[in-house]
């Protein structure tokens, strides 16, 4: 009888209706394995989640196929793509035309041999009621309304995308998981447990291939600390060894997002000293120690560092920071939002993420790093950043000028600009030399 029909059964009898997909085959593999196989990936930032006009609202192109493909082309082996759903939904329903568009992108990541992480993102704040003028009576917390739709937004995803193969993972929520209004700190993680628990039982009600299907829970505020804490409960999935934890990665902040000082710290400018690593080290040694006593690996669904800072040391964290979740079987996803991947033909990657991605395939030391820098990058890094360079290489290395002298045998298409008025000073490099090799 029609009229006896749950509102979540006529969502999910919409949802596979417009499906329209051949059911892929599902291997059995655990959170573990895939973590092994998911290497190194990138978000697809500020498109498919942005709140003001879906996909370009936030100044990025549609994504094609043709940008897809090079990401797997870079390494890549894992695409989170963000997605906004509530802002676009009417009255709970999430237009065909939204879901048949993620599905075309969904398609092509999967179709480049990657994985592809599929989530529900910020949304305009609705899960967590974070935009206090918005949501006067309930800020703050998982309302009434949340309640309902999340799981009717979650049918919806997960009966249209049941017929995927294992490379599609659904991913719960963002970060909005503070719920500070809740009552009090153990009322807030306890509200994100029964979030990600509501993820769970919906999501693995849909049957099909998402009865096994890898599922990443969130953790609280998607902290290291917070989330490694004895306050953090993880949820209960009846399928064992087919969860991940979500956590980001963008520590310190005054190095990685701030671009001036602020009344609560300094800016940094640098990073890679030995306090700096021993930081990076001590949290995702905690973060380890978390993974290992729950059997759970972490998806560090975003790590990313401003594209203002100098960029030797951009490559050094980003190098780190990838190198300490591989050495934890961690997967490490890159914040993207068309800054270090151009998003417009021929899609080239930024000199300091070339320069990660080349380290962390081991294609060569210290020396190429640098001749890459000067040589095969060529001008558009600026003089200072080969200086600073030299100087986090060789702390010797005082003026200008002598960082050309120390590090020229690796810079064989800069020339210094001699004993002139440039001496001492940043633009002593004056640009490639036509005659070098």
């Known amino acids: 009888m029609a009229g006896g029909l749950r509102t979540s059964s006529i969502l999910g009898l919409f949802a ?11 291997a059995d593999i655990t959170a573990w394995d895939a973590a092994r196989q998911m290497g190194i990936g990138v978000n697809i930032g500020n498109t498919l989640e942005n709140t003001t006009n879906w996909e370009t609202g936030w100044g990025n192109p549609r994504i094609t196929q043709a940008y897809v493909e090079s990401l797997a082309r870079l390494g890549f082996k894992t695409v989170r793509l963000p997605v906004a759903w509530d802002t676009y939904a009417h009255d709970g329903r999430i237009p065909d035309a939204r879901l048949a568009r993620v599905a075309e992108v969904v398609d092509w990541i999967l179709g480049a041999g990657m994985y592809c992480v599929v989530n529900i993102h910020w949304d305009g704040g609705w ?3 974070s935009n206090k003028e918005k949501f006067r009576k309930t800020f703050a917390t998982f309302s009434a309304d949340a309640q309902k739709k999340f799981p009717e937004y979650w049918t919806q ?6 017929d995927r193969s294992e490379r599609l993972v659904f991913e719960a929520l963002n970060e909005e998981t503070n719920f500070e209004r809740e009552g009090s700190t153990q009322r807030a993680f306890a509200t994100l447990t029964r979030v990600n628990q509501l993820f769970i039982d919906t999501v693995r009600k849909t049957g099909g291939n998402n009865a096994k299907r890898l599922l ?14 004895a306050n953090y409960v993880l949820p209960v999935d009846p399928v ?7 956590v980001h990665y963008y520590t310190p902040w005054q190095f990685v997002g701030m671009t001036e000082d602020a009344s609560w710290g300094k800016m940094q400018l640098t990073w890679g000293s030995e306090s700096d690593v021993a930081e990076l080290d001590r949290l995702f040694d905690l973060m380890q120690g978390f993974t290992q006593r729950h059997d759970i690996p972490a998806f560090i669904g975003e790590f990313g560092v401003t594209d203002k800072k100098e960029a030797a040391s951009r490559v050094r964290w980003m190098t780190a920071v990838a190198q300490a979740s591989f050495k934890r079987k961690m997967v490490p996803v890159l914040w993207d939002t068309g800054g270090d991947i151009a998003r417009h033909p021929p899609y080239a990657a930024s000199p300091a993420l070339q320069l990660t991605l080349q380290t962390l395939r081991g294609d060569g030391g210290t020396g190429n790093v640098i001749k890459e820098l000067g040589a095969v990058l060529g001008w558009r890094l600026g003089p200072q950043a080969i200086v600073e360079y030299c100087r986090s290489r060789d702390p010797v290395v005082a003026e200008v000028h002598e960082a050309y002298i120390h590090c020229s045998k690796f810079i064989p298409r800069l020339t210094p600009g001699g004993d002139g008025p440039r001496r001492g000073r940043p633009d002593y490099f004056v640009g490639p030399d036509p005659d070098a090799g």
Do not use: Q, R, W
């Not at 990443?216 to 804490?229: L, Q, R």
């Not at 064992?240 to 979500?246: D, F, T």
């Open 127 to 129: 899960i967590d009621s």
């Open 216 to 229: 990443i829970v969130t953790g609280y505020s998607t902290d290291f600390t917070k989330t490694a804490s």
């Open 240 to 246: 064992p060894h087919k969860l991940m934890i979500s």
């Open 16 to 26: 596979l209706a417009g499906a329209a997909h051949a059911a892929e085959p599902m």
């Open 157 to 162: 995803i997960a009966n249209y995308f049941a």
